[in-house]
């Protein structure tokens, strides 16, 4: 079910919703029912209430508890009772239905004009008869008194079949028009009311047997609004129940409402479409007055002419059928369903499906705010903005509250004309925030590191590891008791301080801690041991070389023999650290080692390790082979004698663990102890009387 709103009108359109297929089987159809939530909320106000290709018109018994529904392809007629709910029989016809009129308070009798020139008449067990007429018909009405059914066409004559004698009487002929499109009888008086293709309406009066009265409707129509359609034609009769109102629908879209007495009619209504209006029904509950034609129906005010509501059917109307004393009502159309709608606020439900009063009410209670999809709301800014001012006043932009809804292909036309590069503002933003939301998925991990600060990042992080659990419990608990959080335990990668005012110590560079410097030290022992000492940052830097001196580098108390000779070409670093010897230790620690400033490199007391560290110089991970040597150790070679030969073996290993390698005790060659593993024994094999336990 589907609710429309229109005019401040709840239209509701029963035939929406899911449908489920009639070759499935029950047990299938079941458990669809069961699993699809949009089956179990539909409403079925009647079921298998449709037809195979299209239904052409619709009818109702006296009673209104049988609906008549005729429909292709193939030709046939369905027949539903209101009380079960659902069909009552089917039967298939000749040709196809152009008109039909029950002739019982039941479903007993049935007079069917097809459109081959024939009028079949159905009894309650099927096909009765049927009779011929000289030109084809287009309606049927049955006067109840005399059991006459009047049958009209393309003919001047008017030809009553009188049901109860079996035979046909005298025509009627009317004086204006070659044709009769509609006929109407009032139910009143009796009148017998004939529209005519001339665009008049003549009346007979069944006891006279004889034209009565005559009313020129095209001629009261204005010219301005027949916009070259010609000469428009009566397509639609109503006779109101009071018995001297008369409602005519026309071939140019137009309603007009006539006295009887009169000559000119009371009121004319324009449709605004051009279309022929194929329906004309007064409700008597509401006052109102309902028209259709192929593309909608209209409820408006029989004594002003006032639209109440519109309604905008999905596929081309053929005739829309009201329930008497009720707000329901069924169109038969140009599709499968056979469109069910029902407006509430005329008339209530009928008796035999007074559940939808309820279901409506609830509705009504839940109801939510229209959300026009295909309407754009702009404010009046807006509209400067796109330079559519000239359009305020007119039917493209309609005023609703503090703006105006406009067609939302004319606002993206409009913004188009107005922002030519609107697209690709869009389009970078869309490509930031896909990068952003890309940045988000990665390791929290990475993401921290890139969002410290550049200057004093070490302390930034150190704080953070040290408060942020800390600080996020007792965010946690202030906020439960209502308390403010203070500024100090706001941290964040930027300002790990969570205070403003030291938020220099991490932006500029004048604040940089220098962890190098002896008043570091001494505020921080436990990390002076584990940090690089001053020459050695010095010897590290790329900003300086080693003076390769022989002389300045010797050691005293050590010859310059090929070992020492060999020595040259290590680093200070390697030198600085040699293999402890208990006789050279004292000597050794005198060594001095010159350093010089290579070309183009600046040097300064007090510079911190970051700007030692040359911005040229390449990462350790990226440097070459030929570098990666110079930074390595290369020990003496070791040559043992083998047969009367000699074996010399090379190794390479880090500057920084050269000390650690010199200090640990000797392996023995080629093999390597288990004891450190810490296997456990095997549990000792015990025996009992010389068999194993």
Known sequence: MQVVRKDDVAIYNLTRGKQLPGWLSDRKRRKLQQEDLELQQRIELIQD???????????????????????????????????????????????????????????????????DRTVEVHARYGYHYRVRVPKNIRDIVYH?????????????????????????????????GSAINVAEINPMHGLICTGTDAGFVECFDPRQRARVGCVDVASHIPVELLGGA??????????????????????????????????????TKDHNNGMPINTVKHHPESGYVISADTKGVKVWDQHTGENYTTLEAAADLNQVC?????????????????????IPSIAPAPKWCSYLDSITEELEESSEAAVYDDYKFVTREEVESLGIENLIGTSMLRAYMHGFFMDAKLY?????????????????????????EGDAKRITLRKAARALPKVNRRLAERLLDEGGAVSESRK????????????????????????????SLFTDAAFEVDEASEQYKLL????????????????????????????????????????????????????????PKKKAKTKAMTTVNMLELNEGESYRPGMSRKDLQSESAP???????????????????????????????????????????????????????????????????KYWRGKPV
């Open 49 to 115: 209430f449709t037809m195979p290709t299209a239904s052409s018109r619709i009818a109702l018994s006296r009673t209104g508890d049988y609906i008549f529904v005729s429909g292709t392809y193939k030709p046939r007629i369905r027949c539903y009772e209101s009380d079960q709910l659902a069909m009552k029989f089917e039967r298939q016809l000749n040709a196809d239905v152009v008109a039909m009129q029950c002739l019982t308070n039941d479903f007993s009798k049935l007079a069917l004009a097809l459109d």
């Open 144 to 176: 109840y008194p005399s059991c006459d059914l009047v049958v009209v066409g393309s003919s001047p004559d008017v030809w009553r079949i009188n049901l109860d004698q079996g035979r046909f009487l005298a025509p009627y002929s009317i004086g204006h």
């Open 230 to 267: 010609g000469i428009p034609q009566v397509t639609a009769i109503d006779c109101f129940g009071n018995g001297l109102t008369m409602a005519v629908g026309t071939s140019t879209g137009h309603v007009c409402l006539f006295d009887i007495r009169s000559a000119r009619p009371e009121l």
């Open 322 to 342: 009201v329930v008497p004393g009720s707000g329901l009502m069924f169109a038969a159309n140009e599709s499968s369903d056979i469109f069910t709608y029902f």
């Open 412 to 436: 993206r036309e409009a913004k188009a004309i107005a922002e030519p590069f609107a697209y690709e503002e869009y389009r970078k933003e869309k490509l930031e925030k896909l990068l952003e």
């Open 476 to 503: 946690r608990k202030k906020k439960k008791k209502g308390l403010l959080v203070p500024k100090g335990e706001d941290a964040s990668d930027t300002n790990p301080l969570g205070d403003a005012r030291f938020g």
């Open 524 to 579: 921080h022992p436990s990390e002076a041991s584990s940090m690089p000492s001053r020459p050695d940052l010095l010897m590290t830097s790329d900003k300086f070389n080693a003076v390769n001196d022989s002389e300045e580098s010797e050691v005293e108390g050590r010859g310059s023999d090929g070992t020492s000779d060999s020595d040259d070409d290590i680093p200070y670093k390697a030198k600085s650290k040699p293999k």
């Open 619 to 685: 990462k350790k991970g990226k440097k070459t082979f030929a570098a990666r040597l110079k930074t390595e150790v290369r020990a003496a070679p070791k040559v043992r004698d083998i047969g009367g030969g000699k074996e010399m073996s090379f190794s390479q290993s880090r500057a920084k663990s050269n000390a650690a390698d010199d200090a640990a005790p000797a392996r023995r060659d080629g093999q390597r102890g288990v004891g450190g593993l810490g296997l456990k024994k095997a549990p000792k094999q």
